[in-house]
């Protein structure tokens, strides 16, 4: 291969899109014309030859700016572009000057550089410091506040006292649930990329955990509907003690949003190979928290269903999210730290399952976990 041909096809070859734009004057925008495009700068710009006119490639004002500070002003240059879509990019643009070509235009080297997840990584960790100050700060305003009112007119006060070291208790275990949720989605987060290589009776992880749930459900006055698969097992691939988090967290939701003298209902059944069409409850809007890979897998599905306020169809996509919760559910008995269904979310992520939510305002609530089966299934086990 030629050393121009070769030359040509390594440009062409890089990921990242390039352009090479020449111009002569600095008044006569429509001069400016890309002498070159790689495949990358011609799929994000949409164009179908590798010269045209710059304005017909790309309009932006910060692009075309740095690109003029490299032709005219014979300097480097660098900018900010987001594109638009249906899915937004940010790139960094770098612009560069090359010298002046055979014809006497001046030659630029312009670069796109892809940092959309740099950019929404950052995002998340700000959201995340700044929502984690907000939910520490709250309740230790709260002990300040009851430690100086205990240290002055309230303490010789026997009843009052009693009253505020109970908040003061409350609030102290509030901090010490959201440390450990922190501490455990954050090692979660560290292992999601290694699958789990352990193998765990699922069908035993529920009766369990329901088990241990009893006196929480008969304080709030829930009744749970499970009955124990006696002999059965139901054997999934994963990490016991995670899975036995999932297990707790939606349950544990399940019974705070119940009212009083209703029940929960806990099912299993394995044997699934259409996930969708196992979630689906007619009427009822339902969307895919965590989906797995298309895969040939067999899995077994933790259906979890409360008769609580159920969920407005334009919050369901939110409720992974770190600190979220719906509006008129933030305080009170129903308060919590908001992490549980973020580590429900990397958990299942991890362990290579779904996650299904179905609710409706009214009507309450159904979440689905999906577990690849270890084994080829024995059936549906199904408590009801």
């Not at 349950?251 to 259409?274: C, F, M, T, W």
């Amino acid at each position: 291969m030629p050393a121009a041909q070769l030359y040509a096809a390594l440009i062409d070859a890089l990921p990242d899109p390039i352009l090479v734009v020449a111009g002569f004057e600095a008044e006569d925008l429509t001069a400016r014309r890309y002498i070159l495009a790689n495949a990358a700068a011609r799929e994000m710009l949409r164009i179908t030859a590798e010269e045209g006119m710059l304005l017909s490639a790309v309009r932006d004002p910060v692009v075309l700016t740095t690109v003029d500070a490299a032709l005219f002003d014979e300097t480097d240059a660098e900018g900010a572009y987001e594109t638009t879509g249906a899915q937004t990019r940010s790139l960094r643009v770098r612009a560069r000057w090359l010298g002046f070509g055979h014809d006497g235009a001046r030659l630029a080297l312009l670069t796109f550089h892809d940092e959309t997840e740099v950019r929404r990584v950052e995002r998340t960790r700000v959201d995340f410091l700044a929502n984690a100050s907000h939910e520490l700060r709250t309740p230790l305003a709260s002990l300040s506040g009851f430690i100086e009112t205990l240290r002055g007119h309230a303490r010789d006060d026997v009843a009052a006292r009693d009253k505020f070291l109970g908040i003061m208790q409350a609030q102290a275990d509030r901090m010490a649930r959201l440390i450990a949720d922190l501490t455990s989605l954050s090692r979660i987060e560290l292992d999601e990329h290694v699958p789990p290589r352990g193998v765990v009776d699922l069908v035993m992880v529920v009766g369990e955990v329901v088990e241990a749930a009893s006196p929480l459900g008969a304080q709030r006055r829930v009744k749970l509907d499970w009955r124990s698969c006696a002999g059965a097992s139901m054997t999934v691939r994963g990490e016991r003690d995670q899975i036995v988090q999932v297990v707790q967290n939606l349950l544990d939701n399940a019974i705070k949003y119940s009212p009083d003298n209703a029940s929960v209902r806990i099912e299993l059944q394995s044997g699934l190979s259409d996930l969708a069409a196992a979630a689906s409850q007619e009427g009822v809007p339902r969307l895919s928290l965590v989906a797995p890979d298309p895969s040939q897998e067999t899995y077994a599905a933790l259906r979890v269903t409360d008769l609580g306020p159920g969920i407005a169809r334009q919050n369901l996509p939110r409720l992974s999210e770190r600190f979220y919760r719906v509006d008129g559910q933030k305080s009170g008995a129903r308060s919590g730290t908001g992490l549980g269904l973020a580590i429900v979310k990397h958990i299942m992520n991890r362990h290579r399952g779904g996650l299904v939510v179905a609710s409706a305002e009214g009507e309450g609530s159904t979440f689905t976990a999906y577990f690849p089966m270890a084994h080829a299934p024995e059936g549906v086990v199904k408590a009801s």
